[in-house]
């Protein structure tokens, strides 16, 4: 089991989504809420929830690595019902949420589910529309006669090494440059 370092929110690295959402807590307590209200932040590897986006110390976080995420309209019987999601694992703790609308419950377990199929698969997802907006001056073939056009979408990741000879492009007129 791996330590997760408990960060500040402004400190939990790249995130990918945040934002106010109710979670239920394991206690369910007579006079207390079962619902609180809770500053929630996902980065890459980790689902962290806050008393409030200004904490410093978080309630609780959790490695999202091997949950899945989905809409749970059973959690609630109230108008939010629509609103309701849960991370589950088998072997480990559910965690219950209510978002503010069903738009938002939606993106936040599209998001989750999005990034788990990137830990799966350790490449980047995307969305070939947006792609094309961003650079249609790009050839897209994947054949290999053509030359490929990369985008490094995360400067993390380790560099592969190309042979030198196929890093420069000598232009008509030019003597290559050995060094």
């Known amino acids: 089991?791996?330590?997760?370092?408990?960060k500040p929110v402004q400190d939990t690295g790249n995130i990918l989504k945040q934002g106010y959402l109710e979670k239920r807590s394991r206690e369910h307590s007579f006079f207390g809420s079962e619902w609180q209200k809770r500053w929630c932040v996902l980065n890459r590897r980790t689902f962290y929830y806050y008393a409030n986006e200004k904490s410093k110390q978080p309630k609780g976080t959790f490695s999202?690595?091997?949950?899945?995420a989905r809409l749970a309209?059973?959690?609630r019987?109230?108008?939010?019902?629509?609103c309701c999601f849960e991370?589950?694992?088998?072997?480990?703790?559910?965690?219950?949420?209510t978002a503010p609308s069903p738009a938002e419950a939606e993106d936040w377990v599209d998001q989750?589910?999005?990034?788990?199929?990137?830990?799966?698969?350790?490449?980047?997802?995307?969305?070939?529309e947006d792609e094309e907006k961003l650079y249609n001056d790009v050839d897209s073939s994947d054949s290999m006669n053509t030359?490929?056009?990369?985008?490094?979408l995360n400067q993390d990741e380790p560099n592969v090494e190309m042979e030198e000879d196929d890093i420069y492009e000598v232009l008509p007129g030019e003597q290559p440059n050995k060094q």
């Open 77 to 82: 019987k109230d108008s939010r019902k629509r």
């Open 87 to 97: 991370l589950f694992c088998p072997g480990k703790r559910t965690y219950e949420f």
């Open 64 to 68: 999202i690595e091997h949950y899945s």
């Open 112 to 128: 989750i589910q999005f990034l788990l199929k990137d830990l799966s698969s350790l490449t980047i997802p995307y969305d070939e």
């Open 147 to 152: 030359t490929s056009h990369n985008t490094t």
């Open 73 to 75: 309209f059973h959690l």
């Open 1 to 6: 089991l791996e330590e997760i370092t408990p």
